[in-house]
């Protein structure tokens, strides 16, 4: 695999590699019939763009776009910014990866909604009033076709996308393309800093290959005529851009701006500590595991995601420390974490099994409150291992979300 040499964002060669997680393995989950055939895996290397502060991946993205976390949009319409109040007449172009209730919104207002996913299975979740679907991923020659065709719309719902698309300026030039004078794109991205500051380097996969700060949208933006003019945060480490060709001379982005700089996240030295503190966790965590391993210990863990596969490859923790994982997606249930191939069982297996210590991969949803409490009181204990690796005392807060 070629690595890149110059950054996604702004072209420049101020490429710094500062990460390195090893071959991880291109997909998450196996079958029972994937593991007797050999894995394709592929180095995952992390850089930070010196000139424009974008930090991503030196490879091209592979496998499949997970699916983005869905935000509620109940004070979307109430929320833009400015004058840029919906009715009949109004346009409203949606990307890939919009949410149901994001499309359902905007039509009950009466705008006509274009929505472009090139993902028919999604296509089929959605209908509403006012809605237009085209079956198309969103290029720089299709926002082209659409300009032709006359579209400027007054909302445009990039959403996650910016993280995932393989061509940025292409992406942006578009947006600029089809957004009307007084028109607001609006997105929703994975905020670095708070991925940073919190070490969580298993979000770095080999689907994502871009990684915001505010300054490397404001960066990106600006370069095609666009300006953020409100930042919104959300969970999950998100935030919300509200985006239009109106320059401001102050406005939240500089705020956050001015906290980036603040912190370092313009300095090489900013990376290689987070590199060093990376490796540390690992060492800590593997150190941790096998010493109760020794003890004759039991240890299972919580969450069959791509995080957690990514974090088990790196630490290079496999059945021989981690019997099993639990995960109450059925779909997950019978199946495999790739690389490491422990097996993936529902949440009665935890219950029937009662192993000493659950590693939890992923903060556990509410839905998993009362079996993980069951097997508290049953004498279990929770590991995390991020910020760094620690076996939670009863005392401390269950970690649900």
Known sequence: MKKRKTCRSCGSGELMLF???????????????????????????VAFCKRCGLVQLT???????PTPPAFPVEDLLEGLPGSHQLGPGSVVL???GSSPAQLHEFGQAGAKVVYLEPHSERVKAVSGKNLLIRNERFERSYAATLHNEGLQAEV???NQLPSY????????????MLLS????????????????????????CHQQPHYFSVRAIHELARRHGLWIQQVEPLAEGYLRYFL?????VETPAGRYMEQEQKLGLSDTAYYLEFASRTAAVREALVALLTELRARGRRAAAYGASTQGMVLLNYAGLGREVIE???????GKQGRFLAGVHIPIYGVKKLLDEQPDYLLLLNPPTHEMKAPLEAYLHGGGKFIVALPHPDILKPTQKTPFI
């Open 94 to 96: 949606a990307l890939e």
């Open 181 to 204: 004078d007084n028109g607001v794109v609006v997105m929703e991205l994975l905020y670095v800093l708070e991925l940073l500051e919190a070490r969580q380097f298993e979000h770095f």
């Open 165 to 176: 698309h393989t061509d940025l300026n292409g992406l942006f030039e578009g947006l600029a």
């Open 244 to 248: 239009s060709k109106s320059r401001q």
């Open 324 to 330: 099993f994982v639990v995960d109450p997606d059925a």
């Open 59 to 65: 490879g091209d993205p592979v496998g499949s776009t």
């Open 156 to 158: 445009i719902l990039a």
């Open 19 to 45: 990460l390195s997680l090893g071959r991880i393995p291109l997909v998450s989950i196996l079958s029972s019939d994937q593991l007797a055939t050999p894995e394709e895996r592929r180095s995952l290397e």
